[in-house]
């Protein structure tokens, strides 16, 4: 397959339909490699990334449910459940976050968009070395008890998790995707 027609094939794929094995230590290096290829304004690298394998999967369930019944004590115990599977049914969760830093020449704006830059070249990655994967974000990305528990510095905030492994059951098939030119213009600079 071309770089092309890689790109055009990569979606999410659901975290329940993920499975093992994951990629192992080169297959990862290399997503990661490709990840610190994105557009970096001032080479401020805001990205970062923390791994959960293994137990430390089980560890972070419990810690997002603890969070989420401290966040709102009646959540249901169905979506409390759901927290706590999702992670143990894929061999990695990703977490990412962006270290934020004051910079006269690089907006907090553009460090983030640096951050999601970077999430995307990951998730092509992986895509391209046969690895299924989704950004997930919901209510524990934005509590900063979870960014704590994770080890996140003063003006490092989560962007979301990405969960990776290996396509394991059939997935639903993918929306369809409306056709670009809905979304482009242009601009000619006159009335």
């Not at 297959?27 to 430390?56: T, V, Y």
């Not at 969760?93 to 270290?99: D, E, G, L, P």
């Not at 209510?139 to 394991?168: H, K, Q, W």
């Amino acid at each position: 397959m071309n770089t092309l027609d890689t790109l055009l094939s990569r979606r999410s794929i659901p975290a329940q339909c993920l499975t093992g094995p994951g990629p192992n230590e080169a297959q990862l290096n290399a997503a990661f490699e490709a990840a610190m290829r994105a557009p970096d304004h001032g080479r401020m690298q805001p990205w970062r990334f923390r791994l959960m394998r293994g137990a430390a999967r089980a560890r972070f369930a419990e810690m997002l449910v603890a969070c989420a019944r401290a966040r709102d004590p009646a959540t249901p115990a169905a979506q409390l459940e759901k927290m706590r599977s999702r992670p143990q049914q894929v061999p990695l969760v990703i977490a990412v976050s962006a270290r934020i830093r004051d910079n006269p020449k690089v907006p907090d704006i553009e460090q983030l968009l640096a951050t999601a830059a970077s999430v995307m070249n990951l998730l092509n990655a992986l895509h391209a070395q046969g690895f299924g994967a989704i950004l997930l974000t919901g209510p524990s990305v934005y509590d900063p008890a979870v960014a704590t528990a994770l080890g996140c510095e003063a003006g490092e905030r989560l962007v979301g998790f990405v969960y990776v492994g290996t396509v394991g059951v059939v997935t639903p098939t993918a929306p369809a995707r409306p056709a670009s030119a809905a979304f482009v213009s242009e601009w000619s600079g006159t009335d």
